[in-house]
């Protein structure tokens, strides 16, 4: 069921701790690291070539392996009512067609409102018997609030199947819960590792800095009782 790589689909579910590593400068940037070994798994900037050594042109947003070799680049399709975002395999070359499309549901729903993946090339035929209609994903709750998850719909049983989840991250020895900067992403056993974190990407993009109505919520962490 990989769809950037087989080496990002693991046998069990995977689990990612996700920082947001730039606020003050004009990027926006992510580090992934691999909840079981600690290691960085992915990392993610909008810098362009020679400022910074990210893959992606101005105006594009590359995720990248561990090693700095371009997995996913992305970049907003304009114009876009919908505040549309494609993803392109690798390092985006001039007339490439996009791997994958991303919108809000809807255009009135701000960022809470969810968002429709669309995939555009070719799917592998193990994903394709797992997943009906697999090439529309829907990404359910808001991720600005780091509580949010990407559903299938399941070829078999006609029902639904969560293949990533985003939620906040909880620090069990000092019981509270990390600010919107740090958050959890599950990858369910079979998914592509990679192509979630590009979710993740778009999600933030369409985003932006907004508060999604909780803005008094918290500074940086808040705690358990």
Known sequence: ????????SAAEERVLTVRKTSHFSPGDGFAAYDHSTGR????????GRGHGGGAASAGELA???????ALI?????????????QGFLGARADGQ????????????????????????????SSFSSTYAAAELLRVDG?????????????????????VAEIRRKVDEGARVVM?????????????????????VLVLDQIAGDEADGDAGE???????W
Do not use: Q
């Not at 995720?63 to 070799?69: D, F, N, R, W």
């Not at 919107?180 to 979630?196: E, I, P």
């Open 218 to 224: 918290e500074t940086n962490r808040a705690k358990i």
């Open 97 to 124: 067609k996009p791997l994958f499309s991303a919108r809000r549901s809807s255009i009135l729903g701000g960022a809470a409102a969810g968002a429709v993946v669309e995939l555009l090339a070719p799917l592998p």
């Open 1 to 8: 069921m990989a769809i950037v790589g087989e080496e990002y």
């Open 40 to 47: 960085l798994a992915f990392r993610a900037d909008t810098y």
């Open 179 to 199: 600010g919107r900067d740090v958050f959890v992403l599950r990858v369910s056993a079979g998914f592509d590792a990679a192509f979630a974190m590009a979710i």
């Open 73 to 85: 680049t992305v970049r907003r399709r304009r114009p876009s009512l919908h505040h549309r975002w």
């Open 63 to 69: 995720l990248l392996g561990p090693a700095g070799e």
């Open 142 to 162: 808001s991720f600005p609030r780091r509580c949010c998850r990407v559903v299938a719909p399941k070829a078999e049983s006609g029902g639904e199947a969560v």
